[in-house]
């Protein structure tokens, strides 16, 4: 009688912690991407939501713009002068469904593209140009960047 007891105990309480692991909470900023035994179902969010364990599975994705710093370059620019450049790039996601399916880290992607579009960009100008045309250079790798990312 005490198996059995023991084990009617331990099934509620699995039944139950089931349950529980159900519900997750999505806040206004973020979107959960769901699969349904691997394939994409939806898009969910914001507030409560209900993912069934096992069957189904979901992504977090942060909407808010992010700020990313890219780490510092050398970069050779075209009369041969040695630079090092940082940059800060602002970003975010509009599309979560294709951010989490079309891309395996969109975070590292666009941390990737960031630091190669700016070594190509400015090892095409010479020190001068750098240094006066900050600006139009920056407007250059900005709408490489979102040309790039639009996809």
């Known amino acids: 009688m005490a198996a059995t007891q023991y084990f009617i105990v331990t099934?509620?309480?699995?039944?139950?912690?089931?349950?529980?692991?159900m519900f997750r909470i999505l806040r206004e900023y973020e979107r959960g991407v769901i699969f349904l035994l691997g394939r994409f179902y939806?898009?969910?969010?914001?507030?409560?939501?209900?993912?069934?364990?096992?069957?189904?599975?979901?992504?977090?994705v942060d909407l808010r713009t992010?700020?990313?710093?890219?780490?510092?370059?050398?970069v050779i620019s075209l009369?041969?002068?040695?630079?090092?450049?940082?940059a800060v790039i602002y970003f975010r996601v509009v599309d979560p469904e294709r951010a989490i399916i079309h891309v395996e880290n969109y975070l590292e992607a666009t941390s990737q593209?960031?630091?190669t579009t700016l070594r190509s960009v400015?090892?095409?100008h010479e020190l001068d140009d750098m240094l006066a045309e900050r600006d139009?250079?920056?407007?250059?790798?900005?709408q490489i960047?979102?040309?790039?990312?639009?996809?």
């Open 79 to 86: 009369d041969n002068v040695s630079v090092k450049v940082n």
């Open 136 to 142: 139009r250079l920056n407007a250059d790798i900005q």
């Open 66 to 74: 992010l700020v990313m710093d890219v780490p510092t370059q050398d």
């Open 113 to 115: 593209l960031s630091q």
């Open 122 to 124: 400015l090892g095409q």
């Open 11 to 21: 099934s509620v309480v699995i039944i139950l912690l089931l349950l529980i692991s």
């Open 145 to 151: 960047l979102d040309k790039q990312t639009d996809a």
């Open 42 to 60: 939806r898009v969910k969010g914001p507030g409560l939501i209900i993912v069934i364990p096992v069957i189904q599975q979901m992504v977090r």
